[in-house]
């Protein structure tokens, strides 16, 4: 037996998506059960970074995807769905904040939920970067999230967050430094 055989190539898993979105897009709620499944946890994590508290985080998650199954008809399939639903929820983080004017909860409860989450081997390395995370300015820190964790071009951020381009870069740079001043180290790369 070969591997091939067992596991799904990355061609036959796109296939399956976008099968399972056609049947989403169709009303199937089955199928977009499974879609929420496959993409609950990266937005859940997007929205804790974000909003800094874990109530906060699990509202807007759930509003992303309220908002996913009414505007799935309308999606065009010209990005990864992974992509445009983290673009729905940044809506939704973003229209949150507006709406409620809400402070972050403390950065340790933050980093201790973050921490939970990704289990990482150094615990304590992980929960005081994402303090120091917590402390940044908020367009610093939703830069920082979007270009510099989630790996978003700055023109995919500056769309996401209306800013201009040159502006997601110099908050990523800013982000950067002040990242690496709260840290004692000498450069930070994210």
């Not at 070969?2 to 399956?16: F, G, H, M």
């Not at 499974?34 to 970074?49: D, N, P």
């Not at 998650?61 to 908002?67: G, L, Y």
Request: proline content about 4%; glycine content about 6%.
């Amino acid at each position: 037996m070969v591997y091939a055989d067992i596991l799904p190539l990355p061609d036959a898993a796109e296939r399956l998506e976008a099968d399972t979105i056609a049947r989403a897009s169709s009303g199937d709620q089955r199928a977009f059960e499974s879609l929420y499944r496959a993409h609950v946890g990266w937005v859940f994590g997007l929205c804790l970074r974000l909003t800094s508290d874990r109530g906060h985080a699990q509202d807007c998650t759930q509003e992303t995807f309220v908002a996913a199954w009414r505007a799935l008809p309308k999606f065009e399939r010209r990005s990864r769905f992974s992509s445009w639903v983290h673009r729905i929820a940044v809506n939704v983080v973003l229209a949150h904040r507006e709406r409620s004017g809400q402070k972050p909860v403390s950065s340790e409860e933050h980093a201790e939920e973050l921490h939970k989450l990704a289990e990482p081997a150094d615990a304590s390395a992980c929960i005081d970067l994402e303090r120091a995370i917590q402390r940044l300015p908020p367009g610093a820190r939703d830069v920082l999230v979007l270009a510099g964790i989630f790996g978003y071009s700055h023109d995919q951020t500056a769309e996401m967050l209306g800013i201009a381009a040159g502006t997601s870069k110099a908050q990523l740079h800013r982000a950067r430094a002040l990242l690496s001043s709260q840290l004692g180290l000498g450069s930070v790369s994210i």
